[in-house]
């Protein structure tokens, strides 16, 4: 069994939630790991050369709708409070790395996560708990880890890649369409995530596996 508090990682929040609630499970309750997937270089080096380019800049440069306020990509670590639920004997609290975040000058806060992909309406939904769990820690934290609040907007930087050609170098270019995918923020809806997510934990048994589960 695990120690109480349960340590919850906000990518699986999205990912490993959707893909298998066995596997999410087997991870938290009884400590079985998938095995490690390798992971493609080139999303890595993209991933620092965004970082690296909106580093200091306005949050107008992120989306013209966005207050006034500055770009920081110092990828903090963040870690909440406990996480204590009625009804419930478990309890969970949240920890990861966020890419961004954005200092808005009303004292208020943004949190951004980037993505390297065509954008799509159903990212939002998706990526909401990810967002939402970096923003419940920065408002709850734990002792001596990063305090910040209001968190006011959360949301995805979603970079589309796209080539030309150029005939006179025989040369590839790669330039990249952003889009600012914006996640309304209510903290009431991701503790009622958090919920659901300590009901599954609380089985005496692993649930079924999920229909598309490449592991179970």
């Not at 080096?45 to 966005?66: C, S, V, W, Y």
């Not at 990828?75 to 996480?83: D, N, Q, R, T």
């Not at 150029?166 to 369409?177: P, Q, W």
């Not at 009622?192 to 179970?216: N, Q, S, T």
Request: aromatic share 12%; net charge negative; proline share 12%.
């Amino acid at each position: 069994m695990p120690t109480n508090p349960i340590k919850l990682s906000p990518s699986d929040l999205t990912f490993l939630w959707d893909e298998c609630p066995r596997c999410f499970y087997l991870k938290y309750i009884q400590r079985i790991m998938r095995p490690a997937a390798p992971f493609p270089s080139i999303f890595g080096a993209i991933d620092r050369l965004m970082k690296a380019h909106f580093a200091g800049r306005p949050a107008r440069e992120i989306d013209a709708t966005l207050p006034p306020g500055v770009i920081s990509v110092s990828e903090k670590w963040v870690e909440s409070l406990p996480i204590t639920l009625p009804d419930h004997a478990l309890s969970c609290f949240v920890r990861g790395k966020i890419d961004a975040m954005i200092s808005f000058e009303d004292g208020s806060y943004g949190v951004v996560d980037f993505k390297t992909s065509e954008p799509k309406p159903s990212q939002i939904p998706f990526y909401s708990r990810q967002l939402h769990a970096y923003a419940y820690a920065f408002e709850h934290p734990a002792p001596d880890k990063p305090n910040l609040s209001p968190i006011s907007r959360l949301g995805l930087l979603v970079e589309a890649p796209h080539a030309t050609w150029v005939e006179s170098t025989d040369e590839i270019n790669f330039h990249f369409t952003s889009t600012w995918l914006e996640i309304p923020y209510k903290e009431a809806g991701f503790l009622r995530f958090i919920d659901k997510v300590l009901d599954l934990l609380e089985l005496p048994e692993p649930p079924p596996a999920g229909e598309k589960c490449e592991y179970c």
